[in-house]
């Protein structure tokens, strides 16, 4: 009998922990809130190494934690391309998208955007030796300017450096590269990205041409049709604004970029 009541406490037990092992398992696939980036945009989201660790940081990421905190969910940030971001989105290997993104009407085409978050001007960057050359949107006549593949900066140079030669890369670290190696003359950036990478690169500055985006800010994107999660990104968007955070997030960002490599 004693025998007969320990085998059934011990199977029971057994019972609990398998069952409690599934429901484990279920919940991190559900609780998960899966946001896709493209981490080469400091102080929007860029890699830092902490303790030997390899880490995603930035003011988007900050901005994503809080969204899946307010959705009880865990995040997982997906690294990828910029370019390859809103097929992600479609395809649903990812919730959200979260990249510094400005939701300009081609874009708008492929995915649902939230309300703007930030605002930014553009920048023009070039090197330093070539400061007195390239002043006004009419020095680029058959100059090589490099963008990243899938931004609204292929348009705004396109459009606004007039005669240019338009070259497009997938990581924002190739553009710099490409234009330390005399390849491209001019890049075509977000001013806080242009900023971070100048102060880590002497030889590079931002020049003093105007270039603008009229949509100009960043916005959150869903999958088309996505309205429940966009509601609730939206909400959490205002909560930010309204305590102050979103302010709060960009300047920390600025300050742990500037410090960054390429
Ligand atoms: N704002 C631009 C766009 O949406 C560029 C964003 C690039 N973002 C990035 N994480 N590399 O087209």
């Known amino acids: 009998m004693k025998k007969m009541l320990k085998k059934s406490f011990l199977l029971c037990v057994v019972g609990v922990l398998a069952l409690s092992f599934t429901a484990c398992v279920k919940q991190t696939e559900t ?5 896709g980036t493209s981490a080469d945009y400091p102080p ?3 890699h830092i190494m902490q303790n030997g660790e390899d880490k995603i940081v930035g003011f988007d990421i900050d901005i994503a934690q809080e969204i899946a905190k307010d959705m009880g969910k865990e995040l997982e940030i997906k690294d990828m391309n910029f370019s390859s971001l809103l097929g992600a989105l479609e395809a649903g290997k990812v919730d959200l998208v979260l990249a510094g993104m400005t939701p300009d009407d081609e874009k708008k085409k492929n995915a649902d955007f939230s309300d703007i978050y930030y605002t930014a001007e553009q920048g023009v960057i070039i090197r330093l030796e070539d400061k007195d050359k390239y ?5 680029f006549q058959s100059v090589k300017v490099s963008v990243q593949q899938g931004t609204s900066q292929e348009k705004i140079a396109a459009e606004q450096l007039k005669g240019c030669q338009l070259k497009t890369l997938t990581k924002v670290g190739d553009l710099i590269l490409d234009l330390k190696a005399k390849k491209c003359d001019a890049i075509v950036l977000e001013l806080p990205v242009a900023k971070a990478y100048v102060e880590e690169n002497p030889d590079l500055i931002i020049s003093e041409v105007q270039v603008i985006d009229e949509v100009g800010g960043s916005a959150a994107a869903v999958k088309k049709g996505n309205t429940e999660l966009l509601e609730q990104v939206n909400k959490t968007l205002k909560r930010l604004a309204d305590e102050g ?3 709060e997030f960009v300047a920390n960002a600025i300050k742990l970029s500037s410090g960054i490599s390429e």
Do not use: A, R, S
Request: overall charge negative; hydrophobic content about 40%; cysteine-free.
């Open 31 to 35: 609780d998960k809130l899966v946001v």
């Open 44 to 46: 929007y989201e860029w």
């Open 135 to 139: 002043k006004t949107v009419d020095d």
């Open 245 to 247: 955070k979103i302010d």
